[in-house]
C-alpha cells in the first residue's frame, strides 16, 4: 500500500497542483512533524514523528517535481512503472536527443547555449502538456502513454542539467 | 569509486567511433538510451551480402561505463554473424570489462543497442 502525498498534502489528486499552496501546506506538515517539538516525548513517539517527517520531505520533493508528480500519481492508479534499468527505444526521439547532445558539445558561446536552452524548454514545455492531457484520460492506454512521456521528460531534465555544468565549465574560461 | 584499467583504456581510446549512412541498405542502426542517467547510444553494423558484420561503430552521450560497454561491443561484433551477435550478453560485457554493480545498466545498453540495431537490420531487408 503506498501512501497518498496528495490526501498527505490536502491537495487534489491530479497532476496540475497548486505550487504556493504546496509550499504553505509543506512548511505547516513540517513544523507539526519537525523533531525539535518532540524532545521530552518518549522515544517510540519521536521515532513515529521522525518517520513521519521524513515522510513530509519525500512527499513534497515527489510533488515539487512535474515527473515524479506524474509517476506518484500512475502509482496511485496501481499502473506499473518500469524497472529504472530498463532501455528505451524510441528512435525518433532518441536521434533528436543525440542531436542535442552534439549541439551540446559544440556549444561555445552563450547565444550557442540560449538557442539549446530554448530548444531544451520548447521540448519540456510540449511533453508537460502531453503528460498533462495523457494523465487526464486515466484509461490503461493512456496511462501507458503517459509513462512513456514521463520517460522523454527524464532525458530532458538531464539534458538540461548537463547543459548547465557545461554551460559554466564553459562560459567561465572566457 | 575507481573505474576498472579496460574501462579507462576504451574510455581514453574509444574504438569505432563515428557514423555510417543510416540510409545505406547494408548498415542497421541500433538506438537505446538509458531514462535512470540520461545515456545515449547509437550502435551502427555495417552487414555483407553473406550476414556478416564487416565494421562497427558507435557513438554514446554517458559515463565512462557506456562509452566502454558500447566500445567494446563494436570490436566484438566484428567478424560475427548477426545471429552471433545477438548471442552477446550484458554480462560477457559487465565481466570483460569489470563492471561495478551500480554500472550494469550500462552493459544493458550496450546489450540493447545490438538487439536494436539486428531489428533494423531484419526490417530492411524485409
Not at chain 1, 502525498?5 to 491537495?11: G, M
Not at chain 2, 562497427?56 to 559515463?63: L, Q, V
Not at chain 2, 566500445?71 to 552471433?84: A, P, Q
Not at chain 2, 550494469?104 to 530492411?124: G, M, Q
Request: with cysteine.
Amino acid at each position: 500500500m503506498i501512501t497518498n502525498y496528495f490526501d498527505l498534502f490536502n491537495l487534489p489528486e491530479q497532476f496540475d497542483i497548486d505550487l504556493q499552496k504546496l509550499k504553505a501546506q509543506y512548511q505547516l506538515l513540517q513544523k507539526i512533524t519537525h523533531p525539535d517539538r518532540f524532545v521530552n516525548a518518549s522515544d517510540q513517539e519521536k521515532r513515529l514523528y521522525l518517520q513521519k517527517n521524513a515522510q513530509v520531505n519525500d512527499a513534497y520533493s515527489v510533488l515539487q517535481s512535474p515527473v515524479k508528480r506524474g509517476e506518484h500519481l500512475l502509482s496511485l492508479r496501481a499502473y506499473k512503472l518500469a524497472d529504472e534499468q530498463q532501455t528505451m527505444g524510441d528512435t525518433d526521439f532518441l536521434m533528436q536527443q543525440m542531436q542535442l547532445r552534439e549541439q551540446l558539445a559544440e556549444a561555445e558561446s552563450s547565444s550557442d547555449f540560449a538557442a539549446l536552452e530554448s530548444d531544451i524548454n520548447d521540448l519540456t514545455t510540449h511533453y508537460i502538456e502531453q503528460v498533462r492531457s495523457q494523465l487526464a484520460t486515466q484509461t490503461d492506454d493512456a496511462n501507458h502513454q503517459a509513462a512513456q512521456t514521463l520517460t522523454k521528460l527524464k532525458f530532458l531534465l538531464k539534458l538540461e542539467s548537463e547543459a548547465q555544468l557545461r554551460k559554466e565549465q564553459v562560459l567561465e574560461d572566457d | 569509486m575507481a573505474y576498472s584499467e579496460k574501462v579507462i583504456d576504451h574510455y581514453e581510446n574509444p574504438r569505432n567511433v563515428g557514423a555510417f549512412d543510416k540510409n545505406d541498405p547494408s548498415i542497421a542502426t541500433g538506438m537505446v538510451g538509458a531514462p535512470a542517467c540520461g545515456d545515449v547510444m547509437r550502435l551502427q553494423l555495417k552487414v555483407n551480402d553473406d550476414g556478416i558484420i564487416e565494421d562497427a561503430k558507435f557513438k554514446t552521450y554517458g559515463c565512462g561505463s557506456a562509452i566502454a560497454s558500447s566500445s567494446l561491443v563494436t570490436e566484438w561484433v566484428k567478424g560475427k554473424s548477426i545471429d552471433e551477435a545477438t548471442s552477446i550478453k550484458n554480462t560477457d560485457i559487465a565481466q570483460e570489462l569489470a563492471l561495478p554493480p551500480v554500472k550494469i545498466h550500462c552493459s544493458i545498453l550496450a546489450e540493447d543497442a545490438i538487439k536494436a540495431a539486428v531489428e533494423d537490420y531484419k526490417s530492411k531487408r524485409k
